[in-house]
């Protein structure tokens, strides 16, 4: 479609489109940028629409960063008991697997991508965020540092008693971080089949093993 | 004189990266630094800017057209300054169009090509490879000169707010946002360090990066490509190319973005 | 032929520089393919400069050498308006000439 525009009529044109632009409404911004997460997307290999499902939790969280205004106590209470309800222990009762493992896991980036597939052993993606162990300089700061992650808590004897309350809080933190902070960056670990429990085990014995490089 | 000319740069990085200490960290960033700069001189860059502009004055496509009286959105012909005010609307298409989907309305309008074919072709492949040929030596014409897109529009404006509630929108089976990596000062995910998107970055940074040639893959990659594989990385489903999204996302960086100087065409890791 | 290469000569005093951006794939042969097969190398062997048509520099290059090579080299002599001229050979036989004028 050829639109013309002659000069007589250009000054006109300007200034009623000037007139009438003014800051499109927070509703029609709402509703055209769902519609976009709609049309502008597309399932390619194992990443389908369905993942673009807002839950409550993002549903919320995305407009608190926007704005700036955290949740208010109410809501981000609820979220945090709701994907507490979500942590599934591990079935043999083992906290702690293999550090040397889990050293790998958090190496490992893999898994989840349209890239990648069905069969692909996921990785956790931990030293993109976290510091972990000394030896491993190519870490990222989006997460706070893991270094002596049990040692500084006091986990001398993680299948202890006195050790069991930060276990169980680790665990529970790595399989659905928002069961402790509602709108945690930190991805659901365990609740979105990133990693399999048995990962998990040695994530955690990765920071909790008084053997582990981490703890050293 | 003979020499055999190695990887040097690398076994500066690779002999800093083996002293083990804490120390380590800083030596790793620095010699990372000094690759980076060594690798200023000679971007690969250079070839696809040369490539596009012979494929910009060639004669092609089934109406046997060159490309020298495509509109960028400063006139027909008008490459210089044309990047730093892209994405804009456009009133022959009714639309806000970035570089690469303004340079396939051009490869349709003028020479005949079909929007959808090169839209569904991969990137690197066929006419695709020629968009980013062009994209980069367009781009090349406004290096140094500083973004300054429109937001005069309601379009230009709609783009902007649905640009930037799309950035925090939270996604994928990681949850993750593009304010997920992007939203703060002073991060880095891995050893990269991270702009933060929701506000001016500063020159060369950001979106004043890219197109650019990525020496880990020797590939060019544009905006187009930069996002697509932002969302694969996110465990995204993939954006369409040339969507909406990319484009509302574009827009809320690159009017971001203001003022900061466009270093295009870059050089990345 | 190949895609051109991108060649900038300057000088300054007594002393030329010569900046080449070289368009080649640089495969080493060591790499392997999803198969594991080994993908055949395809790199460039030997590069020659020369200053009107006095050979500057000789250069053995390998799979080593990393793709879309960069080569900057300086000669003395050499002044504006000279030519400059680079040529590279691959192992597969495929051949380059570009020149450029010494600014």
């Known amino acids: 479609m050829k639109k013309i525009h002659s000069l007589v009529l250009l000054p006109v044109v300007a200034i009623v489109l000037s007139a009438c632009s003014s800051a499109p409404s927070p509703a029609d911004v709402n509703k055209a940028t769902a519609d976009m997460l709609k049309s502008s997307f597309q399932a390619r290999g194992i990443a389908g629409l369905n993942r673009l499902n807002q839950d409550q939790a993002n549903a919320e969280c995305a407009v608190a960063d926007a704005t700036g205004k955290p949740l208010d106590e109410k809501m981000s209470k609820a979220i945090e008991e709701a994907n507490m309800k979500t942590v599934k222990w591990p079935t043999d009762g083992k906290f702690l697997g293999d550090w040397k493992e889990g050293e790998k896991i958090a190496q490992s980036g893999r898994g989840l991508t349209w890239t990648d597939t069905a069969t692909t052993e996921n990785g956790g993606n931990c030293y993109n965020c976290h510091q972990i162990s000394k030896e491993e300089i190519s870490f990222g700061t989006l997460g706070p540092s893991l270094y002596n992650y049990g040692k500084l808590r006091g986990v001398t004897d993680p299948n202890s008693a006195g050790g069991k309350a930060i276990v169980e809080y680790t665990w529970g933190k790595l399989w659905n971080a928002r069961a402790y902070n509602a709108c945690s960056q930190m991805p659901r670990v365990g609740h979105m089949a990133i990693l399999n429990q048995k990962q998990i085990q040695d994530v955690m014995a990765l920071l909790l093993d008084p053997a582990s490089p981490v703890n050293k | 004189m003979k020499f055999v000319a190695s990887r040097v740069a690398l076994a500066v990085v690779a002999l800093s990266a083996a002293v083990g200490t804490a120390h380590a960290q800083g030596t790793a960033a620095e010699g990372i630094a000094k690759y980076r700069e060594m690798l200023q001189d000679g971007n690969p860059a250079e070839l696809f800017e040369m490539k596009g502009e012979e494929l910009w004055k060639q004669k092609r496509g089934p109406k046997m057209a060159s490309l020298e009286q495509c509109d960028l959105g400063k006139g027909p012909g008008v490459i210089k300054g044309a990047f730093v005010e892209l994405p804009k609307y456009f009133a022959d298409t009714g639309r806000v169009q970035d570089l690469e989907t303004r340079l396939i309305t051009c490869m349709e309008t003028l020479q005949g090509f079909k929007s959808e074919d090169i839209a569904k072709t991969a990137f690197g492949r066929g006419e695709m490879a020629n968009v980013t040929a062009l994209a980069t030596y367009v781009a090349t014409a406004s290096k140094g000169m500083r973004f300054n897109l429109s937001q005069k529009h309601a379009q230009e404006k709609m783009m902007y707010e649905t640009g930037k509630q799309l950035f925090f929108t939270r996604g994928g089976t990681h949850d993750f946002s593009c304010a997920s990596c992007h939203g703060s000062d002073d991060k880095r995910i891995r050893l990269q360090d991270l702009p933060n998107l929701t506000k001016n970055p500063g020159d060369g940074i950001g979106f004043a990066a890219w197109p650019a040639y990525r020496v880990s893959n020797a590939q060019m990659w544009g905006m187009q490509l930069r996002l697509n594989d932002c969302f694969r990385q996110m465990r995204w489903p993939e954006p369409k190319f040339g969507s909406d999204a990319t484009i509302a996302l574009s827009v809320y960086m690159g009017v971001n973005a203001k003022s900061a100087e466009s270093i295009v065409p870059a050089i990345k890791r | ?103």
């Open chain 3, 1 to 103: 032929m190949a895609d051109p290469m991108r060649i900038r000569a300057a000088v300054a005093g007594d002393e030329t520089t010569v900046r080449v951006l070289m368009s080649h794939i640089m495969e080493p042969g060591t790499r392997r393919d999803a198969a594991g097969a080994l993908i055949p190398g395809h790199f460039i062997r030997d590069v020659e400069a020369t200053h009107n048509g006095k050979v500057v520099l000789e250069a053995a290059f390998s799979g080593a050498v990393a793709q879309n090579p960069f080569l900057s080299f300086k000669f003395k002599g050499g002044a504006k308006g000279d030519k400059v001229v680079v040529k590279w050979v691959d192992n597969k036989g495929d051949t380059r000439t570009d020149e450029a004028v010494i600014a």
